[in-house]
């Protein structure tokens, strides 16, 4: 398959779209092999990467459960429907042309993204299957892992008489990743930065390459003063099961007017410290009656991803209130309301300005997989070209396909 010309490449993979779901088999067939090799390339990576963050660290480590959900991710991209070449419209034109709008791939697709192995398997597999080149390039502290993992793609490639090149690991020092993004060197149609604001900010102040970006969490939970405070304390609970993921809770708006309040915060505040949040932060009127909750000693901190075992209470008067807040500091990621109250949901869950917005269940669940996307490639925080979970019927773009005999335009 030649990849030289990005318009053959994709005449090819329409030509052989039942053999992308055979490499995506055998792919998973692999991983599923050779799951002690990728622990233990993965095992240097972590011997290397020294004193890092614990929350980094799980991140970074792959142990058999992520190795099955690389498996898992790919068997389930296998049962979605393929989008490239599916018809938008088709409009008979009066002179007798056939005017056509088809899903076609975006193209060359470069992938960014850090600490995270696992990407390299469950981003590139939605881009492929959408008919994309993917380039990848991972931070230095997973190279070994990414390099095996990408080893296995090539593999799989190769046996159904594909292009390895279609999936390629860019092995870049921080000179080449500069000059990859500001030069558009490998010609790319889309960059997908998965990582902290730093890299997204500056990939996005330093390239022409239009970025679909996938942007921090700082999720919030508003609790209503109807709200079934047991089923609050599970959502809350739930959104810090995991610490370095974007779809994590950080901020926790309680209605001022909740019955029996002392003894609900009371029972909030023991329930966190149990599950080792080392930080609870509270404002002003918390902490009249819990001054054991750290000060929030700037309103910045509203605005703070934490990645940490650190949570924020604070209590406002209203939903609207509550909206407000949201609307101001969070990362336009997820944000939850708990309430008995449908009309109440219904007006926090049209106002806040997030991707995805709960009511009564956890932002645990803004994921691709669980959005039944198989497998995503990043959780999108703006508005073009698409918002919230990215799978491969997103990655793709349309293009005009007109027929005729001859006929000219007066």
């Not at 011997?47 to 929350?55: H, V």
């Not at 999720?219 to 959502?235: C, R, S």
């Not at 703006?382 to 293009?399: C, D, S, Y």
């Amino acid at each position: 398959m030649s990849t030289t010309n990005l318009h053959a490449g994709e005449a090819t993979l329409t030509r052989q779209k039942l053999d992308k779901n055979q490499i995506l088999r055998d792919l998973a067939r692999l991983i599923a092999e050779h799951q002690d090799d990728i622990i233990q390339q993965n095992q240097l990576d972590l011997e290397r990467a020294g004193d890092l963050d614990p929350t980094l660290v799980d991140r970074l480590k792959v142990n058999e459960k992520k190795v099955a959900g690389m498996v898992a991710a790919v068997e389930n991209v296998i049962r979605l429907d393929d989008p490239q070449g599916r018809v938008l419209s088709r409009y008979p034109h009066p002179n007798g042309m056939v005017v056509e709008n088809r899903v076609v791939p975006f193209g060359t697709i470069l992938i960014i993204y850090e600490s995270r192995p696992d990407v390299t398997i469950e981003a590139a597999i939605s881009a492929f299957k959408a008919g994309n080149k993917i380039l990848l390039k991972g931070g230095k502290e997973a190279k070994q892992s990414n390099l095996y993992l990408v080893q296995l793609w090539h593999e799989a490639l190769t046996k159904n008489g594909a292009d390895p090149s279609y999936v390629q690991y860019l092995d870049f020092n921080r000179e080449q990743t500069q000059r990859l993004i500001a030069d558009n060197t490998h010609r790319v149609d889309l960059i997908i930065p998965r990582g902290g604001e730093g890299l997204i900010n500056y990939i996005r102040n330093n390239t022409s390459i239009p970025l679909l970006v996938s942007g921090r969490g700082n999720n919030f939970v508003y609790v209503h003063d109807d709200a079934d405070f047991a089923m609050a304390i599970d959502l809350i609970l739930n959104g810090k099961q995991r610490l370095s993921v974007c779809n994590a809770i950080d901020k926790v708006l309680l209605n001022k007017h909740l019955p029996q309040r002392e003894a609900k915060l009371r029972q909030l505040i023991q329930r966190l410290q149990d599950i080792g949040m080392t930080t609870i932060y509270g404002d002003e009127s918390l902490r009249a009656d819990f001054p054991q909750l750290v000060p929030i000693d700037s309103p910045d901190l509203y605005a703070e991803e934490f990645l940490a075992p650190k949570i924020l209470l604070g209590e406002v008067a209203s939903v609207e209130e509550a909206i407000q807040l949201v609307n101001d500091h969070s990362g336009g990621h997820s944000a939850v309301i708990v309430t008995a109250d449908a009309d109440v949901a219904a007006l926090y869950q049209e106002e806040v300005d997030c991707a995805a917005v709960y009511h009564n269940a956890s932002s645990r669940f803004t994921d691709g997989g669980e959005f039944g996307f198989g497998a995503e490639i990043a959780i999108s925080t703006q508005k073009l070209h698409f918002r919230g979970p990215i799978g491969l019927a997103q990655l793709v773009t349309n293009k005009w396909f007109i027929s005729g005999n001859g006929q000219t335009r007066a």
